[in-house]
């Protein structure tokens, strides 16, 4: 079968699913939402055939790749009729060369329709990073720590499109970000996973995102991206003090005092001694309003400094209940930007 461009591959609706035919390692690196690891040689194998290639000659490698390859077919052909019941697969390696071609012709004689991804894995990379070039429409929800904002966006993804970094980078965006969190992805796994969900939304619509710093736990929001964010309008959410406290003193009351503790020491620069000492007794008195204001001091300065001479629509609320703050909100952006809201 002829291959396919990256877009027909990804915007194929067959429910064929995809197979990376690349090594373990290089899959858990990056690979394409959804993707099924298939590997075709394991990482040690893949070294040696590598280092074969490079000290000795392309044929023996070729040779040897053979001799790996010819005991694991039956395997592979029963893996993927699992896989693939319908037997239609889409399939890739890392440049749609002689790995994923071994894999093809082998699937093809076993009677399955194989669609080739023409230049591979590299070939989404490419178009992962060019999808962040795209100029698109954002509105930037911003809030001081405790604001409920990423609570605002999932009640707004009913009916406008939205952007959840913090969901995809599986952090929170602060030094407590991690906590409860599962285990952050790779940066290149997190742009992999954000570009496809971007190419999903509808180019003329605007998108609802929070406002986040460049860094988000391990990973960072790709420059172009993060640079159209910090040109975009902001709509800043503002919440009393003492109500964002209540509202992190409950959460984290729930959260490992061990791991609180953490997080504390992680800014105790930032804090100062005093403010990080009082703060762990807090956390170990299991006052948890008490550890929480004296965090805030320093987020809602750092936060506010941030915002220091960027226009803003302010939204003032008493509550952080994420359904009356998101109909604030939505309001506040179909009243100072009515033509980008008619076209979402």
């Known amino acids: 079968m002829p291959r396919l461009t990256i877009q027909d591959f990804l915007q194929d609706d067959s429910g064929a699913p995809i197979l990376d035919a690349r090594a373990p390692l290089e899959y858990a690196q990056g690979h394409i939402p959804g993707a099924v690891s298939f590997p075709l040689f394991s990482d040690e194998e893949r070294a040696r055939i590598g280092t074969m290639y490079k000290q000795v000659n392309p044929d023996k490698a070729v040779l040897l790749g053979l001799d790996l390859f010819g005991p694991k077919m039956s395997r592979m052909v029963q893996q993927a009729q699992k896989l693939a019941p319908g ?18 012709w082998l699937l093809e004689l076993a009677g399955f329709q194989v669609q080739l991804l023409d230049k591979g894995y590299k070939e989404y990379r490419r178009w992962v990073l060019q999808e962040f070039e795209r100029p698109r429409p954002l509105l930037v929800l911003g809030g001081l720590t405790g604001s409920g904002k990423t609570a605002v966006l999932h009640a707004l993804s009913a009916r406008q499109p939205v952007l959840d970094l913090e969901g995809l980078a ?16 790779t940066q290149e796994q997190f742009e992999n996973d954000l570009a496809l969900q971007l190419a999903h939304m509808e180019a003329e619509k ?36 003492e109500v964002r406290v209540r509202k992190l003193a409950e959460e984290y009351g729930r959260q490992d005092a061990g791991a609180l503790a953490s997080s504390v020491l992680r800014i105790r620069k930032r804090l100062g001694g005093l ?37 803003a629509v302010r939204v003032p609320s008493d509550t952080c209940d994420a359904a009356v703050n998101a109909e604030l909100v939505l309001a506040a952006a179909q009243k100072n930007w009515p033509a980008a809201m008619l076209n979402g």
């Open 170 to 185: 599986s952090h929170k965006g602060s030094a407590f970000g991690s906590i409860g969190q599962p285990s952050q992805p």
């Open 275 to 311: 403010a990080t000492k009082e703060a762990l007794a807090a956390i170990a008195e299991d006052d948890m309003e008490k550890m929480v204001s004296l965090v805030l001091d320093y987020y809602d300065k750092t936060y506010s400094h941030g915002l220091s001479g960027r226009p």
């Open 87 to 104: 037997k239609q697969v889409r399939l890739h390696c890392w440049r749609g060369g002689m790995r994923s071609g071994a894999v093809q």
């Open 206 to 241: 605007p998108v609802w995102v929070e406002d986040e710093s460049r860094t988000i736990g391990s990973v960072h929001v790709p420059p172009p991206l993060f640079q159209q964010m910090q040109q975009a309008p902001l709509v800043l959410l503002e919440i009393p003090r």
